[in-house]
């Protein structure tokens, strides 16, 4: 076993995640498109139009091994992430609501194609930077972590414009545990006692990261402080569609406090 636990295989759960959003789009108003959500400056066209760069970016570098243009000097991911991803969404602005779903519909397709593909064992196309950055990722965290970022801004959509949905727990329940692989990232800078573990309790599920051979990993061991919350606030404190001062008002949290308050501050995105 890896440090980021025991894999995850969420590769069929794909199509049923895009027929959710499509299923969504279509029954939008034009006034719904121009809805803002949660995203700084982005309202619901925005959003659908960064699910469908995405798609096509994922499938030109790791399919097509087409890298296109790179960092500018002095870039960190970060911001590089915002100023391509602002690129692509601007240019968008041009699209019609028709175009963007059949561009997803059927780019869609192809993605699902890919990852079907995949050996989750090998490494990742691109290593999670939020569960590690000194060691590399394996695909099926790369595959897992990009079925929360389609799942997620469906759900910002969602909540832009009153409609809920997509939240079983045949969906939903993979974010929770692909989201729970940031655990040792997010008590990097503690140290304790060999076999020390913390617990982290959302949506019925629990997880815990254990203190062993230098390093915080996925495991269980000897709990010093758990941590529980309801999925909807776990999704939304990974994504930060909630702050961490409302995510600890809404957990139940018990032993010691620098675990419990580097929990609370998990990380599931590129910010």
């Known amino acids: 076993m890896t ?18 959003l499509l299923d969504l789009l279509d029954g939008l108003s034009p006034d719904d498109w121009t809805r803002p959500t949660v995203c700084p400056g982005w309202d619901v066209h925005d959003v659908a139009a960064h699910i469908l760069h995405d798609y096509a970016r994922r499938l030109s570098g790791s399919r097509d091994g087409h890298r296109g243009g790179g960092f500018h000097e002095g870039e960190t991911l970060p911001v590089f992430l915002v100023r391509v991803n602002d690129e692509f969404v601007r240019a968008a602005r041009s699209f019609s609501p028709a175009v963007l779903v059949d561009q997803i519909r059927h780019l869609g397709v192809q993605l699902d194609a890919y990852w079907l593909a995949k050996d989750l064992d090998a490494p990742a196309d691109l290593d999670v930077s939020w569960a590690a950055t000194d060691v590399p990722s394996p695909a099926w965290l790369d595959v ?14 969602r909540d832009a414009v009153s409609r809920p949905g997509a939240l079983g727990a045949d969906l939903a329940g993979p974010v929770a545990d692909t989201f729970a692989r940031a655990l040792p990232f997010a008590l990097r800078d503690l140290v304790r006692a060999e076999g020390t ?36 606030t776990f999704w939304r404190l990974a994504s930060r569609g909630v702050t961490v001062e409302e995510a600890r008002r809404r957990a139940a949290v018990s032993g010691d406090p620098e ?3 580097a929990v609370t501050t998990l990380l599931a995105v590129v910010a």
């Open 3 to 20: 440090i980021f636990g025991d894999p995850i295989d969420v590769r069929r759960l794909f199509p049923a995640e895009r027929r959710a």
């Open 144 to 157: 897992a972590r990009e079925y929360t970022e389609f799942w997620v801004h469906q759900q910002q959509i």
């Open 197 to 232: 573990s913390v617990v982290l309790k959302a949506g019925g599920r629990e997880w815990s990261a254990v203190w062993r051979a230098g390093r915080w990993r996925m495991g269980a061991g000897s709990p010093a402080a758990e941590v529980s919350m309801d999925h909807d």
């Open 259 to 261: 675990l419990t308050d």
